[in-house]
């Protein structure tokens, strides 16, 4: 049986996020879309408020903490990703944005990706199409057609004990259940391998 590993990337800040609430609910519907498919699911959730610190150094040192390094390596591991962030200023958070820059660009080529918003209002849901997608779209990733906005009036349940947001979050996950499928684009280059030094000698001389 195939593995599939998705990465869960959560840019709230407060404990609970309604962010990671999404990222959540996004990320058990694409498990068990995935799992029906008949693929092992490995999540990894990532909470970006625990990284800031190391986020921000990165910027000044332009060298990653062990923990940063460690979930920058599991994102470029990943064959998915999902990514929630909060609307701040009709726009993605600046810690989700601050993440992405930390990333080696040509490390998500390919890679499906599937977008959620949390706000306030509905206003902030465009943010999805006018700030989000482009993002990754520049990123060259493979996004889900439909992307997901929850506000405040999403966290309830209707007459049935059903939540609103069930419908679109079924329907995202299984676009990107599908973009998950079959092979997957190899995007990570191959490590280059050292050779001797005599080796290296060997070849230069049979070049000449």
């Not at 990333?103 to 499906?112: F, M, R, V």
């Not at 947001?165 to 490590?191: F, I, N, Y």
Request: hydrophobic fraction near 45%.
């Amino acid at each position: 049986m195939e593995t599939r590993r998705i990465v869960v990337l959560s840019a709230g800040l407060g404990v609970p996020s309604s962010s990671r609430l999404l990222a959540d609910q996004l990320a058990a519907s694409a498990q068990r879309q995935l799992g029906a498919a008949g693929y092992d699911v490995v999540i990894d959730v990532v909470e970006l408020r625990d990284l800031a610190v190391d986020i921000a150094n990165n910027f000044v040192t332009g060298y990653a903490a062990p923990k940063l390094a460690d979930v920058v390596a599991t994102v470029e591991a990943a064959d998915g990703i999902i990514a929630v962030s909060p609307v701040f200023s009709a726009s993605y958070s600046g810690l989700f944005k601050s993440f992405i820059d930390v990333l080696d660009p040509k490390s998500l080529t390919g890679k499906a990706v599937l977008l959620g918003a949390t706000g306030g209002t509905d206003r902030h849901q465009m943010v999805l199409d006018y700030a989000m997608r482009p993002l990754f779209s520049y990123l060259r990733t493979r996004t889900t057609a439909t992307a997901v906005f929850a506000g405040p009036q999403d966290w309830g349940s209707t007459e049935q004990g059903a939540s609103p947001l069930s419908d679109r979050v079924d329907r995202a996950a299984g676009e990107l259940t599908d973009l998950l499928k079959g092979a997957q684009p190899q995007t990570k280059p191959a490590a280059l391998e050292s050779l001797p030094f005599e080796e290296l000698l060997a070849g230069m001389s049979a070049g000449r």
